[in-house]
């Protein structure tokens, strides 16, 4: 059984519990004869928020039962098995890692990536930048999350520092990428996020607040099934976390203007996208990058913030009335 609306999980909970209608209905404050047509399927009108949290409290369930996410064999695990803590550690080999992010960001995503570009727009121009081993399971999967990226209607949300960006466009120390292959990848994530509302870029000055991790690790938040996870320091382990107040207000931070750290917003981002391709194409300058930046859009004063010291004597300031999300 699926176990994907609220009357079945009811009924499956009240079976489980060997308690007569009466005395659940008592328990949960709950008339017997309204008990008796959710357990008949009588009525299709589901248990209200109150009566959840009774369920979950009595029978010392997780409040995420009730989730569209949890359903089938997650559902039965979660009502039977001790539950799980809010912190849990996922260690497996790169098959099992990739697989297990496919799975959680199977419809969606909201992430905050660690570098730029994200792994998947790097494996379209560059297919080995680390020597690991891999498999042809590996790469049929790879290929797999490749596609479900690239797909105009794949629900994406993608946080990036400047600094990375930067770093990628202009950087001559630990950079991986040709001329030809930062051109590809800016000129790839341009056609997919101009003009797309179900892909949004944001690029954010890493430097506009006491910010840390936050521009060195992968974290995806799925905000619908209440779990966030990120990659640790051990590259074969990620962490997971189920904490519904900390995945929310993660969410809601990245998804305020106002909370948010300053960043460039989706519509300007692929413009500036389209500036550091020009940029790279035609070999100029960081400098020269930035005076255009600060020219032509309202974000000068972030990319200004990312500068050297040094380098900031070297250009014009930030023009007035900057904006800072």
Not at 59 to 69: L, M, N, T
Request: net charge positive; glycine share 2%.
């Amino acid at each position: 059984m699926t176990y994907k609306n609220g009357i079945e999980k009811f009924i499956e909970i009240f079976k489980r519990s060997n308690l007569s209608i009466s005395k659940f209905a008592s328990l949960i404050q709950k008339d017997r004869r309204t008990v008796t047509s959710w357990i008949d399927n009588i009525s299709d009108i589901e248990p209200n928020d109150d009566v959840k949290d009774k369920i979950c409290n009595i029978f010392r369930y997780p409040d995420f039962i009730w989730e569209d996410g949890c359903s089938g064999e997650e559902f039965i695990k979660s009502i039977t098995q001790i539950p799980q803590k809010e912190v849990r550690i996922i260690d497996e080999d790169y098959y099992g890692r990739l697989k297990y992010i496919m799975e959680l960001e199977k419809n969606r995503r909201f992430v905050i990536q660690a570098q730029f570009p994200g792994p998947m727009y790097r494996d379209t121009a560059v297919k080995r930048v680390y020597r690991t081993k891999t498999s042809s399971d590996i790469e049929e999967l790879k290929q797999a999350r490749i596609e479900q990226m690239l797909r105009y209607d794949y629900d994406t949300t993608e946080w990036y520092s400047i600094k990375s960006v930067l770093s990628f466009c202009f950087a001559t120390i630990g950079n991986f990428y040709t001329k030809e292959e930062k051109i590809k990848i800016l000129e790839l994530i341009y056609e997919l996020f101009n003009n797309n509302y179900n892909k949004k870029l944001f690029l954010f000055d890493s430097f506009s607040r006491k910010i840390y991790g936050m521009e060195t690790t992968y974290i995806s938040i799925n905000v619908k099934q209440k779990i966030l996870f990120f990659k640790s320091p051990i590259e074969s382990v990620f962490i997971e976390i189920r904490n519904k107040n900390l995945v929310e207000r993660m969410h809601k931070y990245y998804s305020s203007p106002v909370e948010a750290p300053s960043h460039v917003n989706f519509l300007e981002s692929v413009k500036i996208i389209k500036i550091l391709q020009d940029a790279v194409m035609y070999n100029n300058s960081i400098l020269q990058t930035y005076e255009t930046i600060n020219r032509t859009t309202d974000y000068g004063e972030l990319f200004y913030h990312n500068l050297s010291i040094d380098l900031q004597k070297e250009v014009s300031q930030p023009k007035p009335g900057q904006k800072r999300n």
